[in-house]
């Protein structure tokens, strides 16, 4: 297989920009993801596969819950602050401020809508990332969310 | 939890469209899905979620291989004809011609680009998905395609 042919194919891939948190104890995650989909209606599921060496993955593995925003279509520069390592300080977590939510998980207020998820199962796929089934049992969302996609970013993840 | 708001905000979730073929022996199984996402890069893995009574499913299931087709911006009628029941006549699979590939699963080649599979696990969640992780074991990509996604068509699938 030729490796350059590859990473085009699966560059075609269609995904969204979302910021995914969590918190064990005293300890925060939150990182921006891509490859997240829905996985079933009844019940509702998500499936998102998640870097095993994040923060955010340890703090969902060990608390077992998790909160999935979804990013809208102006606020690409709050997913960029989530591309690097978690700091909770005050009340923020890379500086965007968060309050409780129904979980152990932290949500971001200034996103525009949520899913709040226990998490149902952990896949260990023996690659780089693991597939994190959750269970929706929240879910929150203004209207006139118009959600950011990664065609339109500059950023590229996958291949 | 409020199931309109619930239904409201998983919608908000950014697909792509795909055509999933699978060939078992001598019957086939092919089907237009959305809910699917790379899971790794190290390993190259994707995950699907696929209705368990598909026939793509029970064909993926018995062969352990699939094809991935990216569906490109103006072929939605193709992508159409695989919300339908599988019917392999004559060389065509619901009207669309298909050729053999690297393993038992059919190619499409009027679609621009697609992903050759081995099934990785079956993961059943107790949901009225699976969650299919597929091996990438060959890729086919022309140039210039822009692929389909859920939000270019009138099509739903989430919530």
Chains 1, 2 share one sequence.
């Not at 925003?69 to 923020?92: K, L, N, S, Y």
């Not at 998820?117 to 269970?135: F, M, P, S």
Request: aromatic letters at 8%.
């Amino acid at each position: 297989m030729d490796a350059q042919t590859r990473r085009k194919t699966l560059r075609l891939l269609s995904n969204g920009v979302y910021v995914l948190t969590s918190r064990s104890e005293d300890r925060y995650g939150a990182a921006t993801v891509t490859w997240v989909s829905q996985a079933s209606f009844k019940p509702p599921l998500i499936m998102a596969a998640v870097r095993t060496d994040s923060n955010v993955f340890k703090c969902l593995a060990e608390s077992r819950s998790a909160v999935l925003h979804i990013v809208g279509d102006r606020q690409q520069e709050i997913a960029r602050r989530f591309f690097f390592p978690t700091h909770a300080v005050c009340g923020t977590i890379n500086g965007e401020a968060f309050m409780e939510g129904r979980t152990a998980a932290p949500v971001l207020p200034n996103l525009p809508a949520y899913i709040e998820c226990q998490v149902e199962r952990i896949v260990d796929t023996d690659g780089d990332h693991a597939v994190v089934i959750l269970r929706v049992v929240e879910a929150e969302c203004r209207d006139q969310v118009r959600p950011l996609t990664m065609a339109d970013t500059p950023w590229v993840y996958g291949g």
